[in-house]
């Protein structure tokens, strides 16, 4: 039951993807790890420049000469409002202070040049011969589908509703990873607002397996070889975890991060825009909770993602995990402190005994 459409198009022996998380996670020997052991590598390319991505494809390939892939976050419509920047910049002084952080001119972002990056991305990514690109916040044009075919790289969307996946398959992707609302970090939500895009995984994926023809891929909340085994019978051909790889040895998350990952229990996460300005889910520490009445007002992303960087920068580097965006899934509390080649032979070895004893 393991071996199936999926595993033989991306050309890996399970079929688990590791979530390409963004801001330094997937680091080159945690993406080649996951690879070398059976299931697929994802960099997380989405705040990385041209020149960062190709040095990170290039180090992964001195590690592993099995399949990875490269996740990019397209391009969203935003406009500055300065009533919006001023009043936030009001509310962040607050967090200035009390981490010593000296207050100086933020480069807010420009349209123009985040839309250049992601091109220079996809040729990147075509130059460099990487097999496989996800893509999140959105779908790629028809022009770049296009590209990506004429050099066979197998493409993949984010959809957390069926109108989504719909599109994803209508626009010639190969395959859709579905997110569930348990799922950690930044909802990938394009078309549905964010009440209907939280549905459950497990009412999720069937409704999608049964409208689309192309692989869909489970995401939220999967932790082990229960959850990957569920996902496969309700009709998904993978699954994609994330807060399970974060808190692996390899993993390059902060570790006050992981350990308050590891430390969690039931009900700690919350989905907030505090930090980035889209809707993400992750444990509940002091900015998530006293940004909590601002939400409905603050810039969208990237406008507030920049905003509040100096903050989780300075949080960071003061061991503070008050002010970090602490991305993770409603699952943590079953995540472990564990190598990726330990995580991967557990999932596995539970998934197959599942399946012998089914």
């Known amino acids: 039951m393991l071996k199936n459409d999926v595993t033989k198009l991306l050309d ?12 330094g996670i997937t680091t080159s020997t945690l993406v080649a790890a996951v690879s070398n052991n059976g299931a697929l590598g994802m960099i997380g390319a989405g705040y990385l420049d041209a020149d960062q991505l190709r040095q990170q494809i290039r180090e992964v390939k001195q590690l592993t000469s099995n399949n990875f892939g490269v996740n990019l ?11 919006e920047i001023v009043m936030v910049n009001e509310l962040l002084n607050h967090y200035y202070e009390e ?3 000296p207050i100086e001119k933020v480069n807010l972002p420009n349209k123009e040049k985040s839309f250049h990056t992601y091109m220079e991305q996809i040729q990147v ?11 999140t916040f959105g779908v790629p044009t028809s022009d770049i589908m296009k590209k990506l075919k004429q050099h066979n790289i197998f493409s993949i969307g984010t959809a957390t509703t069926l109108v989504e996946a719909v599109t994803i ?7 859709v990873v579905v997110q569930g609302s348990e799922a950690g970090g930044h909802r990938g939500n394009f078309i549905s607002g964010i009440e209907e895009s939280l549905i459950g995984l497990m009412s999720l994926v069937p409704q999608v397996v049964k409208n689309i023809s192309i692989p869909v891929i489970a995401a939220g909340g999967i932790m082990d070889g229960k959850g990957l085994m569920a996902a496969l019978c309700l009709g998904a ?5 994330g807060t399970a790889f974060l808190t692996c040895e390899e993993s390059g998350a902060h570790p006050i991060y992981k350990e308050a990952i590891l430390n969690s229990k039931s009900d700690v996460t919350a989905l907030t825009r505090a930090f980035s300005g889209k809707w993400a889910r992750g444990i509940k520490n002091k900015f998530l909770l006293e940004m909590q009445e601002y939400e409905a007002s603050i810039p969208v992303y990237p406008i507030q993602n920049v905003l509040t960087q100096s903050i989780r920068k300075a949080s960071s580097a003061q061991n503070n995990k008050e002010y970090m965006s602490l991305w ?12 990726v080649e330990v995580l991967i032979k557990r999932v596995v070895e539970e998934a197959n005994r599942l399946n012998k004893n089914k």
């Not at 209508?170 to 395959?175: E, F």
């Not at 051909?237 to 975890?241: F, R, S, T």
């Open 99 to 101: 981490l010593n952080i």
């Open 73 to 83: 976050f397209v391009p969203n419509e935003f406009e500055l409002k300065d009533d």
């Open 237 to 241: 051909k993978a699954v994609q975890m």
């Open 169 to 175: 398959e209508r626009l010639g992707m190969d395959a």
């Open 125 to 135: 990514i075509i130059e460099e011969k990487v097999p496989i690109c996800s893509f």
């Open 12 to 23: 890996i022996d399970y079929p688990i993807i590791q979530a390409p998380m963004a801001g």
């Open 328 to 339: 993770s899934g409603q699952n943590s509390a079953l995540a472990r402190k564990e190598t």
